[in-house]
């Protein structure tokens, strides 16, 4: 595998991967390290999949798997969202987090995450800011709350190894999980196949140990970025503009390219 990582003695880092389709990533991807390395300058960013000129390293050869689409607007395209499940293998770092470039940082928050002794942390709890609500979302038509890949922390070691070789097990055998919790077949979601191997890992027990103590906060589709700055983010939609000061998940992700 062809790599250049200046930075592999640390040990804590992000990871970010990068692979374009018809939205840029690689521009999502740029700001987001911008806002990490503004808010916490000490801890290093590796890119895998297409390089980004501001990371500390760039993995190149990463497999994309080409096979996933997902609805963008009323039409469907490719969505490569499934080297994540390469996590593990791929970090330089001791105790990584595992970032969407469309997650972006205006504070230091998630440097808390790399402090705390739990070695597997995902957020299952999210705020709709539009609509100042805190909840969790079920998966499909089971009683497991799903939990977001959004923001994904885990420290190596055997339990996490475990982790990961589950969550590669449910994405080879999506259809089969498909029928049991009744989602869809034809688009794979990081966010169940973590739920699935995260409840597998626990034995279908309680899995709040793992969650992340504060909600994701997220922004819906019909939301779009206007701009932002390092501590603000500034947003429209047909009720009019307000302003967030706290990181925040864009999916509109067409207009915070826009924006980046």
Known sequence: ???????????RGFLLFNHN????????????IEQLKHHMPDIPVVV???PVMNADGNYVNVKKFENNRKVFGNQAKPWHNLSRVQAYELSPFENTIVLDT??????????KLF????????????????????????????ELDMFWATVLKFRKCD??????TLWQSVLHNWKYYADLYYISKHIVRNDFAVTIALHQLNNHNDCSHCEIPWPIHTTRDMISVQGLTRDKIFLFDNHGQF?????????????LQDAC
């Open 102 to 111: 469309d997650y972006m940082a205006t504070s230091n928050a998630l440097e």
């Open 48 to 50: 895998a999949g297409f």
């Open 21 to 32: 389709s018809h939205i840029n990533y690689s521009t999502l991807a740029a700001r987001c």
């Open 115 to 142: 402090d705390c002794d739990q070695p597997l942390q995902m957020h299952r709890a999210w705020y709709d800011i539009r609509n100042t609500t805190v909840e969790n979302i079920r998966m499909g038509k089971s």
């Open 159 to 164: 339990q996490v190894a475990k982790f990961f």
């Open 1 to 11: 595998m062809q790599r250049n990582i200046k930075v592999l003695s640390h040990d």
């Open 243 to 255: 302003t967030v000061k706290f990181d925040c998940h864009i999916l509109n992700k067409e207009s």
